[in-house]
Every structure is written in structure tokens, then in C-alpha cells.
């Protein structure tokens, strides 16, 4: 996510000297490199332009201590600028009702997303408010569609309303029907989408809302757009009634700044963020963390609600004795969280530039796994008698070569020689955290 624009923020950034005074001229060209980045990454003009009135005036505003250098001051005024341009610290944030059944649209052209995330946005209710969530489809014209949303909810365990009809009034009132009766939570609801705007759409949107009255209406919008994205917004926020966004594929090493225009066109705010194809890779939108993460300054915040909403992290790591067992445990804890690469991307890139993340990738992390499953309970409590004849029969058993070993008990070494010294509960947040930029 960001990689482009925050690869240059974070050189321009390190090419700051530490001097405690800086001249207009050199005021001035660091003005104008911040305007190229923000040129260059797809963000519109007359949202550059605004933030770059915004950054100047308030460098020229700001009193300069001793205590803060003017690249710190810098830093801080982009940051302030991004958070508030995205919406600002009280940016909305999801709400429902509880004990009454929540209607939720969910709309936007075709292939941007919009199955995907009501799989990913159910899950997320079901998982962290433990609600009853009810799904369906009126996506009538594309074959398949329908089956799509039927097809990931089974897979991920969420209730779906199935249906052979092919009138989207009694599609929708018969759900509707349905949810209150059987007393769900949540009614989500997929529609059509189009390859373009037109009236078909725009009308059948307004007949859906006037049936559904939803509490919500999300426009799912494709960051790889640009700003395409954000003229078909405009054009659903004229006509229709939208609550706000989930912008999809933030995975993709796009220029990255779809986000800082689209809020500052729209008015309107994001509410999540899709960041991979998987169930889980939907993420709370908020500003602030955002802004930090293009900066390079990492995200630790959603890492550590990622920690304590998708793992069962054992409090006595410690105490235990480690060994491959609970090494095994890391590496799938690894994997819940989306892998390794997923992790590196929301620390802040001045203290881990120079993790090879590539080394680490999930493809690596299940081959660890299953070298670890194809050794003896003997062999995972005490892994130092691997010599080589056992090697010989882990790699026969787990179809990967003895360098593959090798690697996993190098990185199993590195590992427990890391919690011996530290408290790996407590420590990492608090640490990474002394250490960002503000
Ligand atoms: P719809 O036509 O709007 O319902 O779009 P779909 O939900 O069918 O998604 C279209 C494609 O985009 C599918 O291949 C999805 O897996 C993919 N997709 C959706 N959200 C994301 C995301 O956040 N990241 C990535 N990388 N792919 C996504
Ligand atoms: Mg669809």
C-alpha cells in the first residue's frame, strides 16, 4: 500500500538536515518537492494545491524551537494536513443499532469490489461484534453474480438468503421479511453493478433504497481508478443518497493517492479499506493512521488491534519453554495476520528498511510448516539433535531441500534467542511507538 508515495516521503524525509534554522530558499524547494510527490501520485490539482497552501502556511505560522528541528516541524505539518483532508481525527465511524434489524446497500460499478466486501464487512460483524448477519443478492443480470455471494458466504460461514426469484421487489421484501423474523442483526445487500453509469442503474438504485430504506449506503470505489473513481463518485453522490466509502484493492502498488482527493471532491468520509482478496483484509479507516502510513511513519496502531483481534496470543510465551511447537504457533499467528509482508507494511519504514521481506513470504512460512509437521514430537521439543541423518529424513518427509532446513532453524535460533532477551508481549508496541517520528 502507498509504496510509490511513501518511498518518497521517506527520501525526502532522510535528505532533511538536522539544522535548526532553515532559509526561505530552502523552504522554498522543499515546497516544491512535496508538490511534485503529490503531483506525481495521482492526486488531483485542486487537492494539491490545497494542501500545499495549507503545508506553507503553516511552516510560516509555526514557531520554530530549539527542541523541534523545521524538518520535524515539516513532518508534522504534512501529517496534520493528510489526517485532516481524509476527514480529521473525528472523521465518522461506523455505528449500528442494536436489537433492530440494520439494513446495509452496498453499490458501485462492476468488478470494484462490492461481493468481496460484503463477504470481508460480514465476516468483520460476525467476528468482532458477534452479530447475526443475514446476506443477499439482488445482482439479477450477470450470471453468476448471485452465486458469487452465495459461494463465499458458505465458505466463510455467514448466512445467506437464497432465493430463485428474478424480480428485485420480491427479492428484497422477502429478505427483508426474512432477516426481521429470524431476528438478524444485519441485512447486507449486493446490487448490480454496470461497466458505466447510466440511468438504468441510477433508477434502479433509488427503487432498491425506497424498499430497503438502509441505514447505510456504501459506494465501493477501485483505488486503481485514480481519478476516475472519484468523477463516478461525484456522479452517485448527485443523484443518490451515499453514507460514504470502501475504497477496494489498496493492496495494489498504485500511486497511491486516491484517498486524499476523494475526500477532499466528495466531502463525503471512507469507513474501511479493502487490502487484499482474502476474508480478512478489510481494515478500519482512520485518517490519522493513514496519513502516518504514507509518511513512512507504519501504522502500529492497527497492527496491534490486528494482534488482539485475530490472534489468541498466549500470555505465557515466556514462561513456557520455548520450542517448535510454539514456534509453529508464531508462524501461523504470522499468517492470520496476513503474513509477513502485510506486517512490514504498517512498521514504520525508518526502523525496518532493511527487512528483506521477500525472504519471508507466505510461501516460505507454509514451507516452514510443514518441515515442522513431518518431525518427531522429540525433534520439535528439543530441535538441537536435528543432525544430519534426521535432516535427511525431514527433507524426504516434507518434499523441501536441506537448505530449507537449514533456514528454519536459523530463523528458529534468531527467534527464541529474541524472547530470551525481551518481553516479546509487551515490548514491541511501546518501543516502535518512542521511536516514530512525532
Ligand atoms: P463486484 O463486481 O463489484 O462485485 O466485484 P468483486 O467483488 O467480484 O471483485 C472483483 C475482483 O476484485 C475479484 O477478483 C476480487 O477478488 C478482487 N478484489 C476485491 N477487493 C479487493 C481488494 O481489496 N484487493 C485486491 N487485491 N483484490 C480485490
Ligand atoms: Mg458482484
Redesign the pocket.
Given at each position: 500500500m502507498f509504496k510509490n508515495l511513501t518511498s518518497k516521503f521517506t527520501h525526502l524525509i532522510r535528505s532533511f538536515s538536522d539544522k535548526y534554522k532553515l532559509s526561505e530558499s530552502e523552504l522554498d524547494i522543499i515546497i516544491k518537492k512535496i508538490r511534485k510527490i503529490l503531483l506525481d501520485s495521482d492526486i488531483s490539482l485542486n487537492t494539491v494545491k490545497y494542501l500545499i497552501l495549507n503545508i506553507k502556511n503553516k511552516l510560516t505560522t509555526l514557531e520554530v524551537s530549539r527542541k523541534i528541528s523545521p524538518s520535524q516541524i515539516i513532518v508534522k505539518s504534512i501529517y496534520d494536513e493528510f489526517t485532516d483532508i481524509m476527514g480529521g481525527l473525528n472523521s465518522p465511524r461506523f455505528k449500528f443499532n442494536i436489537n433492530e434489524l440494520n439494513v446495509i446497500l452496498f453499490t458501485?460499478?462492476?468488478?470494484?469490489?462490492?461481493?468481496?466486501?460484503?463477504?470481508?464487512f460480514a465476516h468483520w460483524l460476525k467476528k468482532k461484534y458477534k452479530k447475526k448477519v443475514l446476506l443477499s443478492s439482488c445482482?439479477i443480470y450477470?450470471p453468476g453474480?448471485i452465486e458469487?455471494l452465495k459461494f463465499l458466504a458458505n465458505k466463510n460461514n455467514i448466512d445467506f438468503f437464497d432465493q430463485n426469484l428474478l424480480d428485485i421487489t420480491i427479492i428484497l421484501k422477502t429478505a427483508l421479511n426474512y432477516a426481521q423474523v429470524n431476528s438478524y442483526d444485519f441485512l447486507l445487500v449486493?446490487s448490480a453493478?454496470r461497466l458505466h453509469l447510466d440511468e438504468n442503474m441510477m433508477n434502479e438504485l433509488s427503487f432498491i433504497d425506497s424498499i430497503l430504506k438502509p441505514s447505510y449506503t456504501f459506494l465501493?470505489l477501485?483505488s486503481t481508478y485514480g481519478q476516475d473513481a472519484i468523477n463516478s463518485s461525484s456522479v452517485f453522490i448527485n443523484k443518490f443518497k451515499i453514507s460514504g466509502f470502501i475504497v477496494?484493492?489498496?493492496?495494489?502498488d498504485t500511486k497511491g493517492g486516491i484517498i486524499l482527493s476523494l475526500t477532499y471532491n466528495t466531502k463525503k468520509p471512507v469507513y474501511f479499506?479493502?487490502?487484499?482478496?482474502n476474508i480478512n483484509?478489510?481494515d478500519l479507516f482512520y485518517p490519522d493512521r493513514l496519513a502516518s502510513r504514507i509518511l513512512g511513519m507504519g501504522d502500529i496502531d492497527t497492527l496491534i488491534d490486528e494482534v488482539k483481534e485475530k490472534l489468541t496470543i498466549k500470555d505465557q510465551l515466556i514462561e513456557k519453554s520455548f520450542d517448535m511447537n510454539l514456534f509453529k504457533e508464531q508462524i501461523n499467528n504470522l499468517l492470520k495476520l496476513g503474513g509477513f509482508k502485510k506486517i512490514v507494511e504498517k512498521l514504520p519504514s525508518y526502523n525496518f528498511g532493511e527487512i528483506n521481506e521477500s525472504k519471508l513470504d507466505n510461501d516460505f512460512l507454509k514451507k516452514m510448516l510443514s518441515i515442522i509437521d513431518s518431525m518427531t514430537i522429540k525433534e520439535r521439543k528439543y530441535p538441537s539433535i536435528l543432525n544430519f541423518s534426521r535432516k535427511k529424513r525431514l527433507w524426504k518427509g516434507s518434499g523441501c531441500k536441506l537448505h530449507d532446513i537449514n533456514k528454519l532453524i536459523k530463523y528458529y535460533e534468531k527467534f527464541s534467542k529474541f524472547l530470551s532477551k525481551e518481553n516479546y508481549q509487551s515490548s514491541i508496541s511501546s518501543k516502535l511507538k518512542n521511536k516514530s517520528f512525532l
Open positions: 458501485g460499478l462492476q468488478g470494484v469490489g462490492k461481493t468481496t466486501s460484503i463477504a470481508k445482482d450477470r453474480a458469487q449486493d453493478g465501493i477501485d477496494t484493492k489498496m493492496d495494489s479499506i479493502g487490502t487484499g482478496e483484509d478489510l
